[in-house]
């Protein structure tokens, strides 16, 4: 092998290492970042619960609830970089595959897109929330009026009736999907395990289980009301992640399935940062 042949080589493998690390470093961030939310999220539904707060439990909440915090601004900036990290993460899932032996296959590149799109946008909407000073609506608006929007905007389509039904299935599919999946502990495939010691792991699983659950409910319960927006027609029965959880306490159980629920969310805000301490990127 020639001189040139091994500088070439020994550059394609220094990109490929500091590419390595930069994705990490942007995976872990964003995995942080969205623990925060969740954390807040449950946190104010916990508040609702117990009839003590007027906020949004939903993401425009949480960040109004972090810019009163001290050093809210940066906060609010740190969250959006972070969250900015997880789209890069998903990009290079979406370019390059993930970890793990299907991880190069088409249906997993698929999802890493959908969700890299996704994180794009909440990124986007706690970077402008953060670039405004906070003097504009959380995040781009309520969950429930940007919900009821997007609804109403998909119903005027033509077959936009079926177009809306089919999205509420698909999310009441894809809750259904999160809580088995935690039931099953699928989340053991993308953690360091053997840097975990026997205690750790079991916390880790309280809240990945627990704190998987939740979110697939209400993920779940949210798919279930935009098929009855398409079969009313009615884009006031969609529902955002606000008006989700207040749902809960209008059950015969009161406000204490909700306070489970919010639990949940706060455990699975838990098992975020657990997520970016020892997942394999």
Partial sequence: MDTSALAWTGRFRARRA?????????????????GVIYLLVGVLALQIAFGDTNEQADRGGALAELSQK???????????????????WRLSEAIFGSVGQDGRNARKRLLATVRFAFYVFVAYSVLSFAASGSKTGGGGGSSDQQSRDATARALELPAGEWL???????????GGWIGVRAGLRKYH?????????????????VTGVAGGAARGLVFAVAGVFAVRAAIDYEADQAKGLD???????????????????????????????????????
Avoid at 189 to 205: A, E, I, P, W
Avoid at 253 to 267: E, F, H, I, S, T
């Fill in 18 to 34: 500091a590419r390595g690390s930069v994705t990490e470093g942007a995976a872990r961030a964003g995995l942080a970042a969205r």
């Fill in 70 to 88: 001290p050093f809210g601004a940066v906060l609010l900036w740190a969250l959006g970089i972070g969250l900015a990290g997880m789209a890069l």
């Fill in 164 to 174: 809306v039904g089919t999205a509420g299935i698909a999310i009441v599919v894809a």
């Fill in 189 to 205: 495939d993308k953690l360091r395990l053997g840097r975990m010691s026997h205690r750790t792991r079991q916390l880790v699983d």
């Fill in 243 to 281: 008006d989700t959880l207040r749902t809960f306490a209008d059950t015969p159980l009161g406000p204490w399935l909700l306070v489970c629920v919010a639990a949940g969310l706060v455990l699975f805000g838990v098992f975020s940062f657990a997520m970016a301490r020892w997942r394999r990127v």
